[in-house]
């Protein structure tokens, strides 16, 4: 593999230039928007890149020198171990990339709409798909460093967020998040991440589809199809951390931030009820994994603005830990504490209490079992 040194790259839309990426004497990746899109684009970061005609510059190395919105296209600790034992299988030192070369390394798996350097770069087919062969040649890169099959985990799984293996597929027309769940706490995990989304569905939480696939030897795996696509069309996304350049090492936002910044870019008071519903089940379900990256906007370009995406990596923490956004101020919260967000946001506590109760009625029903077992 060949890697071109650069310390600039051109930034696009799907096919449309959007932009221009620049390393600066200090390592920062400025970035401006080319003049054509500022005439009839709209803003890829609302709170730190607004469409004005000037070079925007990151003010700190939160998210390694890039603003939030560029970090969000780049795999998350996954895809960084997999793209770097790949680098290194080619001899590569992957120390040696700065920013902007990582984010033209990416291909059309990667996350969003935004892509780096030269336009759309194609992702490998899956037409071999073999769910057992993936996670087995996962858990060998992972427990042996053993790199004789990253040319194909690559291909699958190397623009990835999250901790945990997984696969970008296409299947049937569409295209799809599969996870391999590995170590000890891995048995039954897609199963409860399949029911606790049936139960988010059910609780009227919007979840992207989902469906538990079998692999040859019987074991299922949880897939669930991506919402950043429609209709072969990227959709751009940018999740809260990037919104608020804020990243997870420098401290966990609030739910109070999601609130606002629902207010902020959705145009519809029914979403602030949707956070509320989405706030109650993360905390009466145990799903602390509600972190910055866990929450997204999309941009709509038919209405034209911003809408919150579906919720994602629903299931539950294990063992007990705390929630990755605080609950007014509280990373430990009580019912006292949502209720307290809502009426800070002024939602009617009739209407609240009444999704409390829709939520309680069916986490009880659905996942009582798993929570007892944590408890």
């Not at 089940?281 to 209405?303: M, Q, R």
């Amino acid at each position: 593999m060949k890697i071109t040194k650069r310390n600039n790259a051109s930034v696009y839309f799907n096919q449309t230039l959007m932009g221009q990426l620049a390393l600066t004497p200090e390592g920062l990746v400025g970035f401006a928007y080319d003049p054509s899109w500022l005439k009839n684009g709209f803003s890829i970061s609302p709170y730190f890149l607004p469409l004005d005609n000037r070079l925007f510059v990151p003010k700190d190395f939160s998210f390694g020198g890039l603003f939030g919105v560029f970090n969000d296209s780049l795999p998350d600790s996954w895809g960084s171990f997999v793209t770097d034992s790949f680098l290194s299988k080619q001899g590569i030192q992957p120390d040696s990339l700065n920013p902007i070369e990582r984010l033209c390394l990416l291909n059309s798996k990667s996350l969003g709409a935004l892509i780096y350097g030269t336009g759309e770069k194609k992702g490998s087919a899956n037409a071999s798909l073999d769910l057992d062969s993936i996670k087995k040649e996962c858990e060998v890169l992972i427990q042996k460093r053993d790199e004789s099959s990253i040319d194909e985990i690559m291909a699958f799984g190397g623009s990835s967020g999250g901790a945990n293996p997984k696969a970008h597929v296409h299947k049937d027309g569409k295209d799809w998040i599969v996870k391999f769940p590995t170590g000890g706490f891995a048995q039954g995990l897609a199963q409860m991440e399949y029911d606790y989304n049936a139960a988010a569905l059910e609780a009227g939480i919007p979840v992207p589809h989902f469906e538990l696939w079998k692999g040859k030897s019987g074991e299922s795996y949880f897939a669930s199809e991506r919402f950043d696509r429609s209709e072969g069309r990227r959709i751009h996304m940018i999740s809260l951390a990037g919104l608020y350049e804020t990243s997870l090492e420098k401290g966990a936002l609030d739910y109070g931030h999601l609130f606002h910044a629902v207010k902020d870019f959705t145009h519809d008071v029914e979403d602030l009820y949707d956070v509320f519903r989405r706030l109650y089940f993360n905390v009466y379900a145990g799903n602390e994994d509600d972190h910055a990256k866990n929450f997204a906007f999309l941009y709509d370009e038919k209405k034209k603005h911003y809408v919150l995406s579906p919720a994602y990596d629903l299931t539950l923490s294990f063992p007990r830990k705390s929630h990755g956004l605080s609950v007014a101020h509280n990373f430990n919260p009580e019912k006292e504490d949502v209720e307290k967000l809502a009426d800070l946001f002024l939602l009617d506590p009739k209407r609240y209490k009444a999704i409390e109760e829709e939520v309680e009625m069916v986490v009880n029903r659905r996942l009582s079992a798993y929570l007892a077992k944590r408890n």
